[in-house]
């Protein structure tokens, strides 16, 4: 008998302690919002490693008290007045063993369960010999109870993981959705849209740099193009080492896919086809390389036409029509697009340095080595204007935009001018709209985004000789290089089609890539 009332006494004081953390937790549970108090018990009740000092404390005391117990003891109530006070509080004696030990297999009244025929049948409830009035409870106290205990334990459960682990962004149902976060990049690939409904502001651009697009390869040498691929995530890169790389872009790993060697073969220009079924590359020499990227198969190609002309400088049309190729005096030759048959030779005063077609296939635009730019009408086969370029002496480069509205041209000097097409197509001495003098050594390579409001322009003359304009107001972008950036020598600037990324080769054979986190898409 003495016995029974020590055991008595210690689940008393056990119940009592525990009604009151219980309560506790309840009534913060009540006053704190119920917001995600609906998730399941088994999202929150993760799995944990290694719980904090505290927690570990709190457990090793719960093991200390529990040890000192017998699990006859534990399994049943010894008196109807504590069957009643478990039955109130817990809903059951074995509620409180699995909330307390975890453990499972009792049925809702304490009883182990029985197995017959397949079946989970349970023995039946004894009734109480009496019940005192002031331990009543309706049903629906008794339910209400059990949900407040349940929500206690998930959010008690979901506290201890955050403060382990913290919470993760994909749960807050409550947070704003991030457009612009990194898991954001490539919901859409293959179509060049615009990734923000709002206009890019111009003083800062958010970027943020990316592990080398060639990190698996380096050995492309001075890089001479970058072409990102129209409707898949893949670059290609060459260089004068006679590689070119052609790599899965992703941002973290840039896996290479593939790499094609040209022996003795300086590649000076590479151009992929708008459908990006094959690359094009060409040199100093009289013959030029086709790569297949969907067979795989490689076709080497004889220039055909009178002169010495070669493929160190080409472009191709936006619909895949023409192919123009810049000759050594003055001379452009426009080739058929797919069968490469040589279409027309066309003249000019002084040599193309660089060339351009417009996006409706329209004009092709010659900046040669003097002022002059010189436009041809691609149907008529004859140049329709000739215009003085504001302020150039030499020409170096010329680039026109997705939306066909502005054409930008550089020059040694380092400045670039920004002209509207429909201007230069009529005036001879059209005014720029705007111009671009931070640069201060010869332009190299310019190129605009897809939504035509950023442009790169660069300089391989010094280091880290880079800078984006803000097309709308015609400024740069006073954070971009980044102190430090260490982008070495800038041959080629190139946005991806979606205007997602930005990519930038150099001389020391490091193709950096940006991510440009005003664009969603690729």
């Given at each position: 008998?003495?016995?029974q009332d020590t055991d008595d006494a210690a689940i008393q004081q056990i119940l009592s302690a525990y009604k009151r953390d219980i309560e506790m937790e309840l009534k913060s549970e009540e006053d704190e919002s119920d917001d995600g108090s609906e998730q399941s018990e088994e999202g929150g009740a993760v799995k944990q490693k290694e719980d904090s000092d505290d927690d570990d404390s709190d457990d090793k005391g719960e093991e200390d008290i529990f040890a000192q117990l017998d699990d006859h003891t534990i399994?049943?109530?010894?008196?109807?007045?504590?069957?009643?006070?478990?039955?109130?509080?817990?809903?059951?004696?074995?509620?409180?063993?699995?909330?307390?030990?975890?453990?499972?297999?009792?049925?809702?009244?304490?009883?182990?369960?029985?197995?017959?025929?397949?079946?989970?049948?349970?023995?039946?409830?004894?009734?109480?010999?009496?019940?005192?009035?002031?331990?009543?409870?309706?049903?629906?106290?008794?339910?209400?109870?059990?949900?407040?205990?349940?929500?206690?334990?998930?959010?008690?459960?979901?506290?201890?993981?955050?403060?382990?682990?913290?919470?993760?962004?994909?749960?807050?149902?409550?947070?704003?959705?991030?457009?612009?976060?990194?898991?954001?990049?490539?919901?859409?690939?293959?179509?060049?849209?615009?990734?923000?409904?709002?206009?890019?502001?111009?003083?800062?651009?958010?970027?943020?740099?990316?592990?080398?697009?060639?990190?698996?390869?380096?050995?492309?040498?001075?890089?001479?193009?970058?072409?990102?691929?129209?409707?898949?995530?893949?670059?290609?890169?060459?260089?004068?080492?006679?590689?070119?790389?052609?790599?899965?872009?992703?941002?973290?790993?840039?896996?290479?896919?593939?790499?094609?060697?040209?022996?003795?073969?300086?590649?000076?220009?590479?151009?992929?086809?708008?459908?990006?079924?094959?690359?094009?590359?060409?040199?100093?020499?009289?013959?030029?390389?086709?790569?297949?990227?969907?067979?795989?198969?490689?076709?080497?190609?004889?220039?055909?036409?009178?002169?010495?002309?070669?493929?160190?400088?080409?472009?191709?049309?936006?619909?895949?029509?023409?192919?123009?190729?810049?000759?050594?005096?003055?001379?452009?030759?426009?080739?058929?697009?797919?069968?490469?048959?040589?279409?027309?030779?066309?003249?000019?005063?002084?040599?193309?340095?660089?060339?351009?077609?417009?996006?409706?296939?329209?004009?092709?635009?010659?900046?040669?080595?003097?002022?002059?730019?010189?436009?041809?009408?691609?149907?008529?086969?004859?140049?329709?204007?000739?215009?003085?370029?504001?302020?150039?002496?030499?020409?170096?480069?010329?680039?026109?935009?997705?939306?066909?509205?502005?054409?930008?041209?550089?020059?040694?000097?380092?400045?670039?001018?920004?002209?509207?097409?429909?201007?230069?197509?009529?005036?001879?001495?059209?005014?720029?709209?705007?111009?671009?003098?931070?640069?201060?050594?010869?332009?190299?390579?310019?190129?605009?985004?897809?939504?035509?409001?950023?442009?790169?322009?660069?300089?391989?003359?010094?280091?880290?000789?880079?800078?984006?304009?803000?097309?709308?107001?015609?400024?740069?972008?006073?954070?971009?290089?980044?102190?430090?950036?260490?982008?070495?020598?800038?041959?080629?600037?190139?946005?991806?089609?979606?205007?997602?990324?930005?990519?930038?080769?150099?001389?020391?054979?490091?193709?950096?890539?940006?991510?440009?986190?005003?664009?969603?898409?690729?």
């Amino acid at each position: 008998m003495l016995q029974q009332d020590t055991d008595d006494a210690a689940i008393q004081q056990i119940l009592s302690a525990y009604k009151r953390d219980i309560e506790m937790e309840l009534k913060s549970e009540e006053d704190e919002s119920d917001d995600g108090s609906e998730q399941s018990e088994e999202g929150g009740a993760v799995k944990q490693k290694e719980d904090s000092d505290d927690d570990d404390s709190d457990d090793k005391g719960e093991e200390d008290i529990f040890a000192q117990l017998d699990d006859h003891t534990i399994g049943k109530p010894r008196t109807d007045r504590e069957k009643e006070l478990m039955s109130l509080v817990f809903g059951g004696k074995s509620e409180l063993v699995n909330n307390l030990l975890g453990k499972k297999g009792q049925d809702e009244d304490g009883e182990d369960s029985e197995e017959e025929d397949g079946g989970s049948v349970a023995k039946p409830k004894r009734k109480a010999a009496w019940q005192d009035s002031d331990d009543e409870r309706d049903e629906d106290y008794r339910e209400k109870k059990s949900r407040l205990e349940m929500k206690a334990t998930v959010r008690k459960q979901r506290k201890n993981f955050e403060k382990i682990v913290g919470q993760p962004k994909w749960a807050d149902l409550d947070r704003e959705r991030e457009v612009d976060s990194d898991d954001e990049i490539l919901k859409t690939v293959g179509h060049v849209v615009k990734g923000k409904s709002s206009e890019l502001a111009k003083g800062e651009i958010e970027l943020k740099r990316l592990k080398n697009l060639n990190r698996e390869t380096k050995n492309e040498g001075e890089i001479t193009a970058v072409n990102f691929h129209p409707t898949s995530m893949v670059a290609v890169m060459a260089g004068k080492n006679g590689l070119a790389s052609i790599v899965a872009v992703d941002g973290t790993k840039n896996e290479k896919l593939h790499t094609i060697g040209l022996k003795n073969f300086k590649i000076a220009c590479c151009r992929m086809t708008p459908d990006g079924n094959e690359v094009l590359f060409g040199s100093f020499r009289k013959f030029y390389h086709v790569y297949n990227l969907i067979s795989g198969a490689s076709n080497t190609l004889q220039l055909k036409g009178d002169g010495a002309w070669t493929m160190k400088n080409f472009d191709m049309s936006k619909c895949g029509k023409y192919l123009a190729v810049t000759g050594g005096y003055g001379e452009i030759h426009l080739l058929d697009g797919r069968s490469k048959e040589l279409l027309t030779t066309i003249q000019q005063k002084n040599c193309c340095y660089s060339l351009c077609f417009t996006p409706d296939s329209k004009y092709l635009l010659c900046n040669s080595q003097d002022n002059d730019v010189s436009i041809y009408h691609l149907e008529k086969r004859r140049f329709v204007n000739v215009f003085t370029d504001e302020g150039c002496v030499n020409g170096s480069c010329i680039a026109i935009c997705p939306s066909g509205r502005f054409v930008a041209t550089g020059n040694r000097q380092g400045i670039v001018n920004i002209y509207l097409l429909e201007k230069i197509l009529k005036e001879k001495y059209p005014s720029p709209e705007k111009t671009i003098s931070n640069l201060t050594t010869s332009i190299g390579s310019m190129a605009f985004n897809a939504t035509s409001e950023l442009l790169a322009i660069a300089s391989p003359e010094l280091p880290d000789a880079v800078k984006l304009v803000h097309m709308k107001s015609g400024t740069v972008f006073r954070n971009f290089p980044m102190m430090k950036s260490a982008l070495g020598h800038v041959t080629r600037v190139q946005f991806s089609p979606g205007g997602g990324y930005l990519a930038l080769g150099n001389r020391e054979s490091v193709v950096s890539l940006f991510r440009v986190k005003h664009y969603e898409n690729y």
